[in-house]
């Protein structure tokens, strides 16, 4: 299972940016599939995740009402929707995938596979 994550860059301050997630394996429709996000001297923590379904969806507080994480089953993809963004959200963005049929975790030791992660810069 091979995950790529892409779509990070440059954004000022109050802009957007949406990152994509594509997954090999026909086990993706099965996987919870997560975000988590890491800063310079800082741990790796969670932004949010979503269900095989799509259907139950959970964030991380501090980005709660403005990111959005969603999913296509056709295109084994998943996507975080970046709006209203601040300089506290500059970190490499990682996507993950959970094989163990849970609903989702919020615990980054829950996930089996990884991206290589995609830096996400929120400056003037």
């Known amino acids: 299972v091979q995950l790529q994550a892409f779509g990070g860059g440059l954004v000022q301050p109050g802009g957007s940016l949406r990152l994509s997630c594509t997954t090999s394996?026909?086990?993706?429709?099965?996987?919870?599939m997560g975000w988590f996000r890491q800063s310079p001297g800082k741990e790796r923590e969670f932004v949010a995740a979503i269900d095989m379904r799509g259907t139950e969806i959970e964030y991380a507080d501090s980005v709660k009402g403005r990111f959005v994480i969603s999913r296509d089953n056709v295109k084994n993809t998943v996507y975080l929707q970046m709006n209203s963004l601040k300089p506290t959200d500059t970190a490499v963005y990682y996507c993950?995938?959970?094989?163990?049929?849970?609903?989702?975790?919020?615990?980054?030791?829950?996930?089996?596979?990884w991206g290589q992660g995609t830096l996400v810069t929120v400056s003037s």
């Open positions: 993950a995938a959970d094989s163990a049929y849970r609903t989702y975790s919020l615990r980054r030791q829950d996930y089996d596979y």
């Open positions: 394996g026909a086990s993706y429709v099965t996987y919870a």
